[in-house]
């Protein structure tokens, strides 16, 4: 007998709530990919060539590019404000 998707999902569900924490991660660890798929940035070669002509700029003295305590310290700036008041 086949069971039909809010069938089958009504199950699911209620056993997702009684299972303790190491079943929930196995059976999301099972279709994880279908869930989140990975994106492998390093195989993509538009990203790649973007990196490696953005590094050429820097390195050129074209960009003179943003040090890591100073992008740090603008995230830090802006988080304060998006969250200011809330």
Not at 67 to 79: M, R
Request: charged share 30%.
């Amino acid at each position: 007998m086949k069971r039909n998707v809010h069938t089958i999902r009504e199950e699911l569900c209620a056993y997702i709530q009684s299972a303790d924490g190491r079943k929930v991660t196995a059976l999301y660890d099972l279709p994880e990919e279908q869930i989140a798929p990975r994106h492998t940035w390093w195989q993509d070669a538009n990203v790649v060539n973007g990196l490696e002509e953005r590094y050429k700029k820097m390195e050129e003295g074209i960009d003179k590019g943003v040090s890591s305590k100073t992008l740090l310290n603008n995230f830090a700036t802006k988080k304060a404000k998006m969250y200011a008041g809330k």
